[in-house]
């Protein structure tokens, strides 16, 4: 009996060590900001593609902000989808292209991106750039984001954050960190590893001829992970721009929950079908990037991570007297602290701007927090496409 809780161990403390040095890694290489790219060309024929639904009370001022960022050979193109408001009159008062869609059996952005593709087969641009419809771009970063794209031929991902509020509730603020950790530091740490960007949903650049074979209109909440998960196993993967920023608020904290379940839910499903898969396309071709991906995607979120990395330390510490094997709790706690060392480093150099150091004391309650939203996705009651409240 001694025996198999030994087994049990051992194999426990592998299960989380993997994803935990995955994790840290990625922290540790993310301390560098990326090396800027110099772009010679000049900025392609591009389609700014802005999916919306509902969103009246944001669109007209998300317009208004793009028009330093556009040049003359660009078209801002919404595509109004199952709207109940002024969404679609707004836009074109604001001298946006509008298309308005009518489905309800079939809403989401992915459904909207394939609706304004079918239109612009029409005459199509050079570059299709994916914008959310509560964004802000950097001044240069659309023209970054498309020139990139067309010299690389790739799909680009920018810097894609929350804006900072340290005002905003402290797990709002916990919440803007973490998307920061995932979408800047992560990325960071993949590119310096040699592995491809993950597509974050807005701020996307794509060629023509790779956009207009990507699979849309898939019923996916996360057809942006999954996009960028396709293009990497087929040898295409995405690159991360650091150099071109993308912005929006955060939502408030009933509403950050209902996000966070969504992308997260949406995260934990294409880790089950794409993880395995990816490292093993990986392996048998040789593509590097495909391998980190799929290491990347059997990382947990962060605070299911941390969740499963305690309750796992709870058992070996519990279980050590009996085994007389102390190593892997021991090896789990040297990999768990280096985890957090490093994130603490992050908040110290940058992340405090997100996060108020006093909230840092509130970081165990985030983690319970989150625990409802892990418990619906193991019960089966798992998020579908919401428009998030801002």
């Not at 990326?34 to 700014?48: E, K, Y």
């Not at 402290?170 to 960071?188: D, E, G, L, T, Y």
Request: with cysteine; hydrophobic share 50%; aromatic share 8%.
């Amino acid at each position: 009996m001694i025996e198999g809780l030994n087994l049990v161990s051992v194999a426990m403390a592998v299960g989380i060590i993997l994803p935990l040095l995955v994790f840290t890694a990625e922290v540790y290489l993310g301390f560098w900001p990326s090396r800027r790219l110099d772009l010679v060309s000049a900025a392609p024929s591009t389609c700014i593609l802005i999916p919306a639904h509902n969103e009246a009370a944001t669109i007209g001022l998300t317009l208004q902000r793009l028009k330093p960022c556009v040049w003359e050979d660009s078209l801002v193109l919404v595509v109004a989808d199952n709207c109940t408001d002024e969404t679609a009159r707004i836009a074109a008062a604001a001298g946006a292209e509008v298309l308005e869609r009518v489905e309800p059996a079939h809403r989401g952005k992915d459904y909207a991106l394939a609706f304004g593709r079918d239109h612009l087969r029409n005459a199509p641009p050079e570059c299709v750039i994916v914008f959310d419809a509560d964004c802000r771009a950097g001044d240069k970063a659309l023209r970054e984001i498309a020139t990139c794209a067309i010299e690389r031929s790739a799909a680009v991902q920018a810097l894609n954050t929350f804006e900072a509020d340290r005002s905003a509730s402290p797990m709002v603020q916990i919440s803007s960190f973490a998307m920061w950790i995932k979408n800047v530091v992560r990325q960071r740490g993949a590119q310096r590893a040699g592995a491809g960007a993950v597509l974050t949903g807005t701020g996307m650049a794509f060629p023509w001829q790779m956009f207009d074979r990507l699979p849309l209109a898939t019923g996916s909440i996360v057809e942006d992970l999954a996009i960028g998960a396709n293009l990497t196993r087929a040898g295409a993967a995405p690159l991360f721009l650091e150099q071109a920023s993308i912005s929006s608020a955060a939502a408030r904290q009933n509403a950050t929950l209902e996000q966070r379940a969504r992308w997260e839910h949406g995260f934990l499903s294409t880790a089950q079908s794409q993880g395995l898969p990816s490292v093993w396309t990986g392996l048998r071709t040789g593509n590097w990037k495909a391998i980190w991906l799929g290491l990347h995607l059997m990382v947990p979120p962060f605070a299911l991570l941390i969740s499963l990395a305690l309750l796992i330390l709870l058992f070996l510490g519990v279980s050590a007297p009996a085994t007389a094997n102390v190593w892997p709790f021991v090896c789990v706690s040297a990999v768990l602290s280096f985890a957090l060392v490093g994130l603490l480093g992050h908040w110290a150099l940058e992340g405090h701007k997100w996060l108020h150091p006093r909230v840092l004391l509130l970081l165990p309650f985030y983690v319970l927090w989150k625990i409802p939203v892990y418990a619906r996705y193991l019960l089966g009651r798992r998020s579908g496409w919401v428009r998030t409240e801002r």
